[in-house]
């Protein structure tokens, strides 16, 4: 979305043409963007798959989902607070990651319906959760312990498994797992 002097209007980028549309288009579903199509006298849309830089490793302890995990982060990891979702194949190999949230010096959102979605998109079996603590005091909170129980019996519902919640600090970590918390 563009906004410019008070008017919200909505970019379509098609090859190396933009364009921008800002009345009668609020909703971008299916039917509008057809109708857009049609206004426009666009007659073929193409679709490019690149390849993604998305390293794969496979995670066999905390201490390699705490170290894949910080490339996350980079230098913020001491500023906000940042929840990240580490997906996993059956063979525990990362598929993919996902920024959940981003909050302020003392806490971040976490919404266990999204992070549902994303195991679902990704058809991911395992899944680790990772967020710093800006304070370096790695030890987690009360609201982290009940975060890792709420997420734990969500994932069991669609068959897949929580296999750790780490805590960063800029030198250290903290492994649910490793703590039997899990």
């Not at 043409?17 to 963007?33: A, H």
């Amino acid at each position: 979305m563009v906004a410019q002097k008070g008017i919200v209007k909505r970019e379509l980028c098609f090859g190396k043409t933009n364009y921008f549309i800002s009345k009668g288009v609020y909703l971008f579903n299916y039917q509008n963007f057809i109708r857009i199509l049609n206004f426009m006298n666009i007659k073929k849309i193409s679709l490019k798959i690149e390849q993604s830089k998305f390293r794969r490793k496979k995670i066999t302890c905390s201490k390699d989902s705490s170290e894949y995990m910080r490339q996350f982060f980079d230098s913020d990891i001491e500023i906000y607070e940042s929840v990240f979702i580490l997906l996993l194949d059956q063979s525990n190999t990362t598929i993919g990651y996902s920024k959940i949230s981003q909050g302020g010096i003392v806490g971040s959102v976490v919404d266990i319906k999204i992070i549902c979605k994303y195991v679902i998109d990704s058809l991911a079996q395992n899944l680790i959760i990772c967020h710093n603590h800006p304070s370096g005091n790695v030890q987690p909170s009360n609201t982290d312990k009940q975060i890792t129980v709420k997420l734990n019996e969500a994932l069991k519902l669609l068959d897949s498994k929580l296999l750790d919640h780490i805590i960063l600090a800029k030198k250290s970590y903290y492994s649910f797992a490793d703590n039997c918390l899990l």
